[in-house]
């Protein structure tokens, strides 16, 4: 998927809203494990509850790699029903990989080509020629980390370089030489929204994704407030409190009611922007 | 497998190999393709013929996720086949993860449990709480990303920092809080063999994973005179200077004899050092 038609989309659904596919099956309602592929069937169900209040989905892909072969089939035919039925909707295999060039090669084919991904996130610790053969493939994205939600980004994303800057801004700013708005975003945890106008300086024209509103504490608001641009240039993400809202037999109805909260909260910002 | 016990494997076999299984279906030998899984039966040809001069196997996890479920399957029975067969032998899955907590967690769950390796490779940029979850597991290792053995290492792990050190070297100090030598490696690029003596005094103790002899160019009597201690500390991987040696039927006995004569060398190495 291209700048423009995730623009569009964005637009026409007035949401920037990311469903986060973290799908654990020791938190998934227990009338699912009597089915072939409980992870999936739970998936689908989240998927057609709250595609239409949705761009984007994320599913992370630890938690399939646990299940090992079993999980794999299972994040094969989530992401094989998503480009199916919702072809529109902007895949992010949240993979946060990264090696040497011919590595990082292989990774790409696995997420772009295996599993048809649009994007995936990637870790900058080892540099350009680890990120760069994820940017060589047409309408795909690469997804940089470059300030995470976690408590203990401040360890190294943090730490000030003799640059004057800090880590994090360091890692925008090289990135800015290898890619572009049209194929790479950058990860900044919606838990540093002092953060966010910073990085907007850095990255004016670049899309976000936000994860760490819900669960994790961050507003979405001041997200809106610091991080959007004028073409909304965010995708927040929510798993947990969409996903987990509810676990009847009719999960997926209050999954789609929380989806539609967040919607309907983001339809409000992109008019308060003008962006709608 | 805990520190002593792979001490001892290093003295009695008198080695410090680690063959890298980046095994791709593109340069294995064509009469394979015709098994039912190329993959494994030529990873399993591999590791007969080098067991005796390794102690360590690292299947470059990136190379069996291209090929989705398939591969996640030969990439199973390839660590089940060490497991079984070779159970002294220390396997290290090369798959360069970190993540927030929860997830880390998973991905810990995926390579220690689902597939029973002794050590992952980990990227340092999300800190403390990406890296803690793998260290929870007993006798498992993190392998943390130090200074790599890429060109581009030098976009950030040596970028300078106003604690007057490298980033690789804050990370190294950092991550001295959160496990020992018991619990944690470090992968050091044996390209930056100059950096090694540095290195050695930061972490005298530990372990280092040196991938970069061979096909990357890197000295293996400069790493052993920069980087042995007095446990030798040290495990160097070789891949495809090994792995693809030949490409007849007879592809595993030229395999062995590359295999030997590293460990030739490493025996050499280790009598110089009075380890042996």
Not at 135 to 141: I, T
Request: hydrophobic share 40%; aromatic share 10%.
């Amino acid at each position: 998927m291209n700048y423009d038609a995730l623009c569009e989309q964005i637009k026409r659904k007035r949401s920037f809203l990311c469903v986060g596919l973290d799908t654990d099956i020791t938190k998934i309602p227990s009338f699912l494990l009597k089915e072939e592929d409980p992870v999936f069937e739970f998936n689908k169900r989240i998927i057609d509850a709250t595609a239409q209040y949705a761009v984007a989905y994320k599913p992370n892909i630890a938690f399939y790699e646990a299940h090992g072969v079993s999980g794999w089939k299972s994040l094969e035919k989530t992401i094989n029903y998503i480009n199916l039925i919702y072809e529109e909707i902007f895949v992010i295999a949240d993979a946060k990989r990264g090696d040497i060039g011919n590595t990082s090669k292989m990774y790409a084919r696995a997420f772009f080509e295996q599993l048809s991904c649009d994007a995936i996130t990637v870790a900058p610790y080892m540099g350009k020629d680890s990120v760069s053969p994820f940017l060589e493939f047409s309408n795909k994205w690469v997804i940089l980390l470059a300030l995470t939600s976690n408590q203990s980004a401040s360890d190294f994303q943090l730490l000030e370089t003799k640059n004057d800057t800090k880590l994090y801004e360091d890692v925008l700013k090289k990135s800015l030489e290898w890619g572009n708005k049209n194929n790479l975003m950058y990860v900044v945890g919606a838990t540093k929204a002092d953060h966010l106008k910073e990085i907007r300086k850095l990255v004016p024209d670049h899309f976000l994704l936000i994860p760490g509103v819900g669960a994790q504490g961050g507003s979405l608001k001041e997200v809106a407030e610091n991080g959007m641009n004028e073409n909304c240039g965010l995708l927040v993400n929510s798993a947990r409190s969409i996903i987990y809202a509810d676990s009847s037999t009719d999960f997926d109805r209050m999954a789609s009611k929380k989806a539609n909260e967040l919607q309907s909260e983001m339809a409000q910002l992109l008019r308060n922007h003008r962006i709608v």
